[in-house]
């Protein structure tokens, strides 16, 4: 006999579940709309993950492998269906992967029976973590995460080497496990993503170059490089896309997020920028664009962010973050946006294309200086004043 336990946990699962999502009317900027409720949170993950559910061994009804956070998902479409590779942490910190599926993209997320359980193919790997999905042209989809494993070099618990892992799929369900990727002028990688087209007949990645586990020391900023064999990818030289600018949101450091979008006008990044303040390292999501030939060089980057946490979202396990590594382009032209606040839970944006290309190629550029940005602000208050005076 199940626990009387079980029939109230179900209940609220399900109506969580269940639960319609709508727009966040309170807020408005013309580039996309903000959903209100998290489309997933730990709320989200199925009882059967979470309790033993036979009242003889677990007769007090109690939580035996608890989750702590839902955040940092991949993002891909198929066959008509929204599904978001998860990364899902554990009471214990060790964090794992989880397929969500939803028929709109904005709500009714439910997680697939089981998680992913990798192929254990390096044994001193401890942690996984921030999957990005790319439906590459060679017919696969792709997964590149972060691989975390312990620092062996120095006597410190929490020194860590970060590493690009790599899988590939055709399901989602059956993975096959490649070789990390190797970068041969950079000591670490992370935020990682693969390019969904061939460049010059080669893998293309987008690298985040660092000197450590944290900290990105001489990284100038979001990398690119190319590979002949993705099964054993190894790149020689990275260049630099995005850079990293003083006094700007990338300062501290950046790096890539969704697999860039293909556009008539270039290919649209979703990226995120990290300052530091003196209430810790604030992350934020902004956009760029890259030539359509040539993938690496910056075309557009506007000023500014494109998303930044606002109210409850600033609030979780790691205050005032906006993450993002998925998004999906529809063929209609809707573009949904997953982002993670706080490393906490999982939100959603939508836009178009038309509007993220406006957006990116007609926001100004930042000038890099409070007085030049005062004098562009000027120019656009004048602007609208004439306009305002002459269509009275």
Same mark, same amino acid.
């Given at each position: 006999?199940?626990?009387?336990?079980?029939?109230?946990?179900?209940?609220?699962?399900?109506?969580?579940?269940?639960?319609?999502?709508?727009?966040?009317?309170?807020?408005?900027?013309?580039?996309?709309?903000?959903?209100?409720?998290? =489309?997933? #949170?730990? %709320?989200?993950?199925?009882?059967?993950?979470?309790?033993? /559910?036979?009242?003889?061994?677990? *007769?007090?009804?109690?939580?035996?492998?608890?989750?702590?956070?839902?955040?940092?998902?991949?993002?891909?479409?198929?066959?008509g269906k929204f599904y978001l590779v998860a990364r899902i942490e554990g009471d214990d910190r060790k964090s794992f992967f989880g397929v969500a599926e939803s028929d709109n993209g904005v709500d009714g997320f439910r997680f697939w029976d089981y998680p992913?359980?990798?192929?254990?193919?390096?044994?001193?790997?401890?942690?996984?973590?921030?999957m990005r999905l790319t439906k590459h042209e060679d017919g696969y989809i792709y997964g590149v995460f972060c691989s975390e494993s312990k620092d062996t070099s120095?006597?410190?618990?929490?020194?860590?080497?970060?590493?690009?892992?790599? =899988?590939? #799929?055709? %399901?989602?369900?059956?993975?096959?496990?490649?070789?990390? /990727?190797?970068?041969?002028?950079? *000591?670490?990688?992370?935020?990682?993503?693969?390019?969904?087209?061939?460049?010059?007949?080669?893998?293309?990645?987008?690298?985040?170059p660092m000197d450590d586990f944290i900290e990105t020391g001489s990284g100038g900023g979001i990398g690119f490089g190319l590979c002949d064999d993705i099964e054993h990818a190894v790149i020689d030289?990275?260049?630099?896309?995005?850079?990293r600018r003083y006094h700007t949101i990338t300062e501290s450091k950046n790096g890539a997020g969704a697999v860039p979008?293909?556009?008539?006008?270039?290919?649209?990044?979703i990226a995120h920028g990290v300052r530091n303040t003196a209430a810790g390292l604030r992350y934020v999501i902004y956009a760029f664009a890259t030539d359509l030939n040539d993938p690496s060089k910056v075309i557009a980057e506007p000023s500014g962010l494109l998303i930044g946490p606002r109210g409850g979202e600033r609030v979780g396990d790691v205050s005032n973050v906006v993450f993002t590594n998925g998004a999906i382009a529809?063929?209609?032209?809707?573009?949904?946006?997953?982002?993670?606040s706080s490393d906490t839970r999982m939100h959603v944006a939508v836009t178009t294309v038309d509007k993220l290309?406006?957006?990116?190629?007609?926001?100004?550029?930042?000038?890099?200086?409070?007085?030049?940005?005062?004098?562009?602000?000027?120019?656009?208050?004048?602007?609208?004043?004439?306009?305002?005076?002459?269509?009275?």
């Open positions: 006999m199940l626990h009387e336990k079980y029939a109230e946990v179900l209940k609220k699962y399900e109506a969580l579940i269940g639960r319609k999502n709508e727009i966040d009317t309170d807020f408005y900027n013309g580039v996309y709309d903000r959903y209100k409720y998290p =489309v997933l #949170t730990r %709320d989200h993950i199925p009882p059967t993950w979470e309790y033993d /559910l036979n009242p003889e061994t677990n *007769p007090y009804f109690m939580k035996r492998l608890g989750i702590n956070a839902v955040l940092n998902s991949g993002a891909i479409e198929l066959n992913i359980l990798l192929p254990d193919t390096c044994p001193e790997e401890t942690n996984v973590y921030d120095v006597n410190d618990l929490s020194a860590a080497v970060a590493a690009a892992g790599i =899988v590939r #799929t055709k %399901d989602l369900k059956t993975w096959e496990r490649l070789d990390n /990727l190797t970068t041969l002028k950079s *000591p670490q990688q992370r935020n990682v993503v693969l390019h969904p087209e061939f460049v010059n007949g080669k893998y293309a990645f987008y690298t985040r030289e990275e260049k630099m896309t995005s850079i979008i293909k556009t008539e006008k270039g290919w649209i990044h529809k063929d209609n032209g809707e573009v949904y946006i997953y982002y993670a290309i406006d957006y990116v190629f007609n926001t100004p550029k930042d000038p890099l200086r409070s007085v030049e940005c005062v004098a562009q602000r000027c120019d656009l208050i004048k602007k609208n004043l004439e306009f305002l005076n002459t269509n009275k």
